[in-house]
């Protein structure tokens, strides 16, 4: 008597998701390339015959993958999804022009042409490539459903959080303007250069914009001090630059020689930072949240370290400010954005800026 395989079913969606984040996890840890297939039926349903059009695919589909790929709903009833894994060391153009020929073909020995052609398929790889140096990496909205998900399900509180953003940016530039004032003042008369410091950085989805800070370096200075000293730093192959009196190590090069006299005041107690208010009433940073990258720091990113600028829009300060800042290594600050991601809430967002102007007063970790 022979035994039959049982039949393969679609998962429904929110164990196809969960699976898919899953599988976006591990591959944050072990660099294996996987590919998300997307499938749209568009309006298949009964054809002239009564027959199943629907079914004919999923059929079809099941009978183009391999069992140890996972199919399910990615989307009920109109998003079906299939979720390949150890895809092997081929390159990833010719992984993806197999499974694009595979699942063709598959669909089409059951699918009549008119059939097929109202279909629609897509593919998605992760790890993502950076497209090009400007702009960090693609962030595929597709990868991320618990993401977007997770944006549905608190809106109004981001829609506050946006509104206490402004609010507080706009009357922060008008309380501080005297201070903004003798700060320029202060810049201008004590080295040539522009008062503002403008600064290319990587924002949320990996969305480049102009960074604003007071100048505090000299004018036409070379960054690369800095780039090689923070590629050592995010790779964890840079010994602390310094020990403060309580024996805590100190990770940032704390005797830059491009640095001003004034400049170091203003990096001391943070006063450099104060023009980002206007970062944050454009929009493009928020008064809390990860600080945002120079794109050659996110070159150095490993996978994982790239979900802290998907999680939460980038701020003016954050758990890595109120926790440490330079005493802190880099997978550890980044830690600290992840978990401020997850625990998100208007009250943690209060309790950081009540506690920041304590650690710009007494300095902590700043350089």
Request: aromatic share 10%; glycine share 6%; hydrophobic share 40%.
């Amino acid at each position: 008597m022979g035994f039959s395989a049982p039949k393969r079913s679609l998962l429904p969606e929110p164990m196809f998701l969960q699976a898919l984040c899953l599988e976006r996890k591990r591959a944050e840890r072990s660099r294996r390339l996987f590919v998300l297939m997307l499938l749209d039926p568009g309006e298949l349903a009964l054809d002239a015959r009564g027959n199943n059009v629907l079914d004919k695919t999923v059929s079809a589909l099941f009978s183009g993958i391999r069992a140890t790929d996972v199919a399910g709903w990615y989307k009920d009833a109109s998003l079906l999804g299939v979720i390949f894994s150890e895809l092997g060391p081929a390159e990833k153009k010719s992984i993806l022009t197999t499974l694009h020929d595979k699942v063709t073909a598959a669909l089409r020995s059951n699918l009549k042409t008119e059939e097929l052609s109202r279909i629609q398929i897509s593919f998605h790889c992760f790890p993502e490539d950076r497209e090009d140096h400007d702009s960090g990496f693609p962030a595929r909205a597709r990868l991320y459903p618990d993401l977007a998900k997770r944006d549905e399900a608190t809106r109004a509180s981001r829609v506050i959080k946006r509104s206490i953003d402004v609010l507080g940016s706009a009357m922060a530039l008008v309380v501080l303007s005297p201070i903004f004032l003798t700060i320029a003042a202060a810049i201008k008369l004590s080295s040539p250069g522009p008062i503002l410091f403008h600064q290319k950085r990587i924002g949320q989805h990996g969305i480049p914009f102009t960074f604003l800070k007071f100048r505090s370096m000299y004018y036409a200075n070379d960054s690369q001090i800095h780039m090689e000293y923070v590629k050592r730093f995010i790779t964890g192959t840079v010994d602390s630059g310094k020990s403060e009196p309580n024996g805590n190590a100190v990770y940032k090069i704390t005797k830059d020689p491009r640095v001003t006299r004034v400049g170091r005041f203003l990096r001391k107690t943070s006063l450099d930072e104060f023009p980002q208010l206007l970062n944050v009433l454009r929009g493009e940073m928020s008064l809390v949240g990860p600080r945002p990258p120079i794109p050659y720091e996110v070159e150095s990113y490993d996978i994982w370290h790239r979900r802290r600028l998907l999680e939460v829009k980038p701020g003016l300060t954050g758990l890595w400010q109120v926790n440490g800042r330079s005493r802190l290594r880099f997978d550890d600050m980044v830690r600290l954005d992840l978990e401020y991601a997850r625990a998100w809430s208007l009250w943690l967002d209060v309790k950081i800026l009540l506690q920041t102007p304590r650690a710009v007063f007494f300095g902590d970790g700043a350089y």
